[in-house]
């Protein structure tokens, strides 16, 4: 029987090899070990740090250049919606993102029709997914949008398409703070920010090359 310190490692293989969601791997985990109980399942911390860490070990360059597609596709977004003051989030962030990852971006405004409207300028198709029974913390509603594909990138040669989602915050309650944990051993510090602003963003580009 596989050792509690091994399921962080075991969810990790199973989320980048099917690319199932993070609680459809522990499922498959439970599943194949009746008798484990759920609270020897690893938390999206440690799923993280495993993920990076498989990454690091199985497919470190493939990752790596996967991984700096996604983030300037990232900061093309931001770029674009720079007036919403964007803010760059979860594994595209920290690093434990790939292709089957979707691009997750924060933006303040007073209304989220003003992000809609903005989009709707641009021809740029959306999906809104309004955000019931949500405290002041949530956003307000999401915005799923296809990201720009980079003309030799290896996602647009592998026909594989990118999502975005744009989580709409009111714009007076977005008072966010640059917290973060100390970076694991395949992260560099900014990685391991809760969010990254654009300059952020271009900061890990450069260090990452």
């Known amino acids: 029987m596989i050792q509690p310190n091994k399921y962080a490692a075991l969810a990790a293989g199973i989320i980048a090899e099917k690319g199932l969601p993070w609680n459809e791997a522990r499922s498959e985990i439970l599943e194949s070990n009746p008798h484990l109980s759920t609270s020897m399942l690893p938390s999206d911390e440690q799923i993280e740090t495993a993920l990076r860490e498989h990454y690091a070990i199985f497919d470190p360059e493939g990752h790596k250049g996967r991984l700096r597609e996604l983030r300037l596709m990232a900061l093309t977004v931001m770029k674009e919606l720079e007036q919403y003051s964007p803010l760059l989030t979860k594994g595209v962030l920290n ?37 019931e029974g949500r405290t002041k913390r949530d956003p307000v509603e999401e915005l799923i949008v296809e990201a720009p594909s980079l003309r030799n990138g290896v996602l647009r040669d592998q026909h594989i398409s990118v999502w975005v989602v744009l989580r709409v915050y009111d714009g007076h309650q977005q008072g966010k703070k640059k917290q973060n944990k100390l970076p694991d051993q395949w992260q560099i510090e900014e990685e391991s920010f809760k969010f990254a602003t654009i300059e952020d963003l271009k900061k890990i580009l450069d260090k990452t090359k």
Do not use: H, M, Q, T
């Open 95 to 131: 690093g434990c993102a790939d292709k089957f990852s979707n691009i997750y971006i924060d933006l303040a405004a007073d209304d989220p029709k003003e992000v809609e409207l903005f989009l709707l300028d641009r021809n740029i198709d959306f999906e809104s997914y309004p955000i």
